[in-house]
């Protein structure tokens, strides 16, 4: 059977999402209360894989839920185009039954043979504008609309400026508009530095990481029970372990056991023990190595890369005393690429002087590749 209950794809939002409840929930409330309360304004920041657009998904089911009206976009360029052309136009008319005007013109045959000649002309003119369009609409909905932008960074930064301005202007008129906006750490850094994004740089910041051991567990055992079957203690204790908290770990070793164990046929219950269990933890390590690890490492500069690679000869926490011995380098270029790397989450500070990796399975990654390259041709 080819069903799985599991969704290790980015951008799919899973059939059990987990961990989020308390964003979402002060979300909804500031749904609630009106004009002025901070979460209508949040900004999502995290790594990779973090589930940043499953909790846009969710944000917006949230708003949906409530009666308000979702314009949901990614930062690509054209974004403002997008907005101005096609969603606003789209909104306003889905909120006028009516959008056109249907003017007499002249009869030209007996009525009622349909030779009433008549004029359609558009109420909304399709470009007034971002802001001109954004105040209509939020004064015929009956609740409010919610913007969210996915993947914010600065490839469109004069066009975030652009809208967040409008944002903000509709704020202080106090219309009910809400906006969520999302993006990977490096980006948002950069992106808050500019002059023109400020009302972004004062909105409701939740950092997202991992998820509680309770919520990892709930993420492997629901949908496995929802589908009829179930973990063995032991496998799920292992497997929620292997998880680190990290969102797509759920997916990738949930989804690999529910395979590893012969997923269910026929209402026959399969349990996913040890074993199944053992396999997923090993296949999710290789993908997430190639769809994380790999492509956040195929960014560093060979010094950053070097850093990481003298944190993996440690077990635990890497003393920065080390690093520096270690790569023969000033305490202060060491610094530099600490600070560089703490940045962009791929690392994080556990205390004065040491650090530890940020993604999980990234130390037996590095250590894996400098052990053995491909193998060789025979
Ligand atoms: N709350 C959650 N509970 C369980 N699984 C989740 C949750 N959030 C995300 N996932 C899963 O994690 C994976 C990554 O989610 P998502 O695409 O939202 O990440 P992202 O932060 O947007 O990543 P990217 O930076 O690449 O855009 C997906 O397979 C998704 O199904
Ligand atoms: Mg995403």
Redesign the pocket.
Known sequence: MNFNPF????????SH????EEIIADFRTSLHQGPGAPSRAMLLV?T????????LNELEDTAREEGWLVVSETALPGLTTRLNDEHLPALLASLDPHPTTRRITGITAPAGLGGIRSEVSPKHEPKRGIRGQLTTAAGLVNHGILITVD?IGRATVEELAELMAVIQHLFRERANVAIAAAG?PEEVAALLDHPGITFLRRANRRILGA?RREDAER?LADPVTTAGAHWEDSALRAAVEATHGY??L??LIGYHAWNAAGGVSDGDAVAIDGAAAGNAIERAAVELGNLVIEPTLARCTALERAFLEAMALDDGDSRLADLITRLEKSPDTVSQYRRRLLDRYIIVATGHGLVRFAIPGMREYLRRSSEHGPLPFW
Do not use: A, D, Y
């Not at 999402?17 to 989020?20: A, I, S």
């Not at 990779?48 to 909790?55: E, N, P």
């Open positions: 969704t290790p794809t980015f951008g799919t939002s899973p999402p987990v961990g989020r995290g990779r894989g973090v589930g940043k657009t499953v909790l993947e990977l998820v993420g969102p797509f759920i997916q």
